[in-house]
């Protein structure tokens, strides 16, 4: 089946040290996404890319950074830098149809929970 | 810039109660508008979306009407369940060139027997 796979599905940092979260996606999508979400205040992007070897920064961009090596995957690095990690982590694909106006789904993963211990 | 508001949470409803969720929209040109549902743990589904005024997307029971000329995308549905419970999004996408899914806050819908 395809679909958005997400590892772990919990993780636990230590103060100073670096993650990362894996995303891996076999819909042949362009497009990969990184959301933050916080209680009560919604997803807010992180970075996306558009294609291979690519990548922009979102609204919450500093502490973080990505790859995108391969089509397939959009590796998310939570680095010391970043002061408050503790969050919810959706990676998200959709194709990307050029320009003009995007009106396909977005396909989310099950998301990683990374708590700071 | 865009951006969507919707309507602050909890909702606490009984079962086969009428549901309505608020959101509203600003947006330059015509955006796309989209509803998400995430269950607990989970990531998000869409739920129903709308590409251009008047057109009303459904799914499982649930409907949303593009209404451009008060900006909004209300999410409604007449007998909800208790399976209905989670947080619901409303999302818009990016005009432009740039495929970028802008959300509200999220409303978390508590269903009960």
């Known amino acids: 089946d395809g679909g958005i796979t997400q590892s772990p599905k919990y993780l636990f940092r230590k103060e100073g040290q670096n993650v990362t979260l894996s995303c891996e996606q076999n819909?042949?999508?362009?497009?990969m996404y990184w959301y933050r979400q916080d209680p009560g205040q919604g997803l807010r992007l992180i970075y996306y890319?558009?294609?291979?070897?690519?990548?922009q920064k979102g609204d919450i961009a500093e502490g973080y950074s990505v790859s995108r090596e391969k089509k397939e995957s959009f590796p998310l690095t939570v680095t010391s830098a970043q002061k408050n990690p503790t969050a919810f982590y959706l990676c998200?694909?959709?194709?990307?149809?050029?320009?003009?106006?995007?009106?396909?789904?977005?396909?989310f993963g099950q998301g990683t929970r990374l708590t700071v211990v | 810039g865009n951006s969507v508001t919707q309507m602050e949470g909890p909702v606490t409803l009984s079962e086969e109660a009428f549901l309505t969720i608020n959101c509203t929209y600003t947006?330059?040109?015509?955006?796309?508008l989209f509803w998400y549902v995430q269950y607990p743990g989970e990531g998000l589904q869409l739920l129903l979306k709308?590409?251009?005024?008047?057109d009303k997307g459904s799914n499982k029971g649930f409907e949303a009407t593009y209404r451009k000329e008060t900006t909004s995308f209300h999410l409604e549905k007449g007998s909800v369940q208790v399976s209905d419970s989670a947080v619901y999004f409303c999302?818009?996408?990016?005009?432009?060139?740039?495929?970028?899914?802008?959300f509200g806050a999220g409303t978390r819908l508590a269903v009960h027997p």
């Open positions: 998200a694909s959709t194709p990307n149809p050029g320009q003009g106006k995007f009106s396909t789904e977005a396909f």
């Open positions: 819909l042949n999508h362009d497009a």
């Open positions: 890319s558009q294609i291979v070897n690519d990548f």
């Open positions: 947006a330059t040109g015509y955006p796309s």
């Open positions: 709308a590409t251009k005024a008047d």
């Open positions: 999302a818009l996408s990016g005009t432009g060139g740039y495929n970028k899914l802008i």
